[in-house]
């Protein structure tokens, strides 16, 4: 996961074709794992997207609040157009989305009802 804050003052302004160029979509956690060798306590996903984007892997620093046993079946929102990203040993492709909460811990982001594997959020 890319790092994070808390938020402080919003970024600076975008235009909606800067937003459309950010691919958010929402996935299956199909397997959890935990993963030792990150620098920062984390756990490898694998999160299914559907057709065409298939079966993604990812990081996640998100132990303090999940177990790897408890995410499998939980849907995510994940950035699924940056590069892949090496993480230790994991090449990780997409980019899952969590909110801070009061101590900086990371909330994952999911729809409140189950909807289609690869909906764009918009």
């Given amino acids: 996961m890319a790092e994070h804050g808390t938020g402080g003052e ?3 302004r975008i235009t909606f074709a800067d937003f459309l160029k ?3 979509r929402v996935g299956t956690i199909v397997e ?3 993963f030792p060798e990150a620098r920062k306590p984390a756990i490898k996903l694998i999160i299914d997207f559907g057709a065409p984007i298939g079966r993604k892997k990812s990081s996640a620093q998100i132990t303090v609040h ?3 046993e408890d995410l499998v079946g939980r ?3 994940a950035v699924v ?3 892949p990203r090496q993480i230790g040993p994991l090449m990780s492709e997409v980019l899952t989305l969590g909110m801070p909460d009061e101590a900086g811990e ?3 982001i999911a ?3 189950a909807v289609p594997n690869g909906g764009r959020l918009y």
């Fill in 10 to 12: 919003a970024a600076e």
């Fill in 22 to 24: 950010v691919d958010i």
């Fill in 32 to 34: 959890a794992a935990p």
């Fill in 66 to 68: 999940y177990r790897p």
């Fill in 75 to 77: 849907q995510v929102l």
């Fill in 81 to 83: 157009n940056f590069p």
């Fill in 106 to 108: 990371v909330v994952l």
């Fill in 111 to 113: 729809p409140d009802k």
